[in-house]
T-cell receptor, first 116, second 112 residues
Framework: EAGVTQFPSHSVIEKGQTVTLRCDPI?????LYWYRRVMGKEIKFLLH????????ESGMPNNRFLAERTGGTYSTLKVQPAELEDSGVYFC??????????????FGSGTRLTVV | SQQGEEDPQALSIQEGENATMNCSYK?????LQWYRQNSGRGLVHLIL?????REKHSGRLRVTLDTSKKSSSLLITASRAADTASYFC????????????FGKGITLSVRP
């Protein structure tokens, strides 16, 4: 079974530019999550999709972040315009059941975003 | 304040020794999960323990959960150099939302 795929693996952009991250979850996983780890801090929740619907977006830092999951398959996370404090590693995860109750979440390798 | 807090923050042991890592949390949970992250890679799910369970084993891993103390421990027995990684505990809360709350992680170094 293919895992969770994220791309790009690295992105370096200038402040004010736009970046779009993509996540392909495991086929059949209705639950898709975005998390972020800023340097030296804990991994923080951004949002949760169930199929194409946003179930919980309480972790989205501000309206410069826009996540979509059209058709309930892959998801994109757009940052526009990017700021220096957006730098970090963005993880996507998927799971069969909410709360990872059967086998936990499967995480992608992450996208390392650097805003200069 | 953060939900999951692991200790120690860093642990260095000799190959063959056991490694014990602890995690504390603050609010009621549905389950607690441990993940491993190798340098530059994603998080890999290791083991999940539900709130009504007290101990679980998986290979060389043993996890315990004490809901009265709101704490968990992860024991890796007979450690190997390949166990060198960062380890995170993550809690799924009771209630409607499905997110996991992570701690900052423990860096484990196993010396060959």
């Amino acid at each position: 079974e293919a895992g969770v795929t994220q791309f790009p693996s690295h992105s370096v952009i200038e402040k004010g530019q736009t970046v779009t991250l993509r996540c392909d979850p495991i086929s059949g996983h209705d639950n898709l999550y975005w998390y972020r780890r800023v340097m030296g801090k804990e991994i923080k929740f951004l949002l949760h999709f169930v199929k194409e619907s946003k179930q919980d977006e309480s972790g989205m830092p501000n309206n410069r972040f826009l996540a979509e999951r059209t058709g309930g398959t892959y998801s994109t996370l757009k940052v526009q315009p990017a700021e220096l404090e957006d730098s970090g590693v963005y993880f996507c995860a998927s799971s069969q059941r909410p709360k990872g109750d059967r086998g936990g979440y499967t995480f992608g390798s992450g996208t390392r975003l650097t805003v200069v | 304040s953060q939900q999951g807090e692991e200790d120690p923050q860093a642990l260095s042991i000799q190959e063959g020794e056991n490694a014990t890592m602890n995690c504390s949390y603050k609010t009621s949970i549905n389950n607690l999960q441990w993940y491993r992250q190798n340098s530059g890679r994603g998080l890999v799910h290791l083991i999940l323990i539900r709130s009504n369970e007290r101990e679980k084993h998986s290979g060389r891993l043993r996890v315990t959960l004490d809901t009265s103390k709101k704490s968990s421990s992860l024991l890796i027995t007979a450690s190997r150099a390949a166990d060198t990684a960062s380890y995170f505990c993550a809690t799924a809360h009771t209630g409607a939302n499905s997110k996991l709350t992570f701690g900052k992680g423990i860096t484990l170094s196993v010396r060959p």
